[in-house]
Structures are given as C-alpha cells and as structure tokens.
Nanobody, 125 residues
Framework: QVQLIESGGGLVQAGGSLRLSCAAS????????MGWFRQAPGKARDFVAG????????YYADSVKGRFTISNDYAMNTNYLQMNSLKPEDTAVYYC??????????????????WGQGTQVTVSS
C-alpha cells in the first residue's frame, strides 16, 4: 500500500511557476508509474503528466507540453511536477497518483491504484 501526499499548491500570477511535490509513504514508489491529474470545478479529472515505472519515459498532455516537467527523486521517495509559464486555465485541484500498470504511461484515471488528496493551484490573470 502506498500513501501519497501532495504539497506545493498555491496562488500565483500568470507567467509564474510552482513546483508540486508528491511524497510517498508506506512503501517506496520505486516500481510504480506516477501521474499527475487535475480537476477544475464542474469538469472531469484530466491527465496532465506521467512518468514510467523506471523513470525512463515521460508523457504530457498537449496543453502543458513544454511548460511542465515531471520527475522522480527516489532518494526522497518523492515525485515532482514543475510548472512554469502558468496560465489561468491551469487553475485546478492537482492530484498525484501511482499505478502498477507498466505497459505504457497511461492517461486513464481508472488505471491508477493510489491517489493523493489533492492540492489547489490558482493562477490569476
């Protein structure tokens, strides 16, 4: 069982940056693929970024490609989402998730086994 705790959200002006952290406890997330999703009010939970179980590959939604970077720090048992050039449309609750699915980096929420509680990101114009 893996427990995930997100942090790093907040209020930032458009063009600014934030780094979200996803700390894993209970067991190491080494061997799990990790993903970030976001959900704005009244909308579905959308895939943002993912990293493969071995950290070798990453995959991004078109809307964040070139602006966001996902990474793992295995020593700290923490996954990160670096968000640059933030836009008002990036405003949402951001969730990290872990999956044992290894075939590919999946954007499907249903494939993820463990979820964090979410952290709010608000980008003002």
């Amino acid at each position: 069982q893996v427990q995930l705790i997100e942090s790093g959200g907040g209020l930032v002006q458009a063009g600014g940056s934030l780094r979200l952290s996803c700390a894993a406890s209970g067991r190491t997330f080494n061997g799990y693929a990790m993903g970030w999703f976001r959900q704005a009010p009244g909308k579905a939970r959308d895939f943002v970024a993912g990293i493969s179980w071995n950290g070798a590959s990453t995959y991004y939604a078109d809307s964040v490609k070139g602006r966001f970077t996902i990474s793992n720090d295995y020593a700290m048992n923490t996954n990160y989402l670096q968000m640059n050039s933030l836009k008002p449309e990036d405003t949402a609750v951001y969730y990290c998730a872990a999956t044992t699915y290894r075939v590919a980096i999946t954007p499907l929420p249903a494939k993820y086994n463990y979820w964090g509680q979410g952290t709010q990101v608000t980008v003002s114009s």
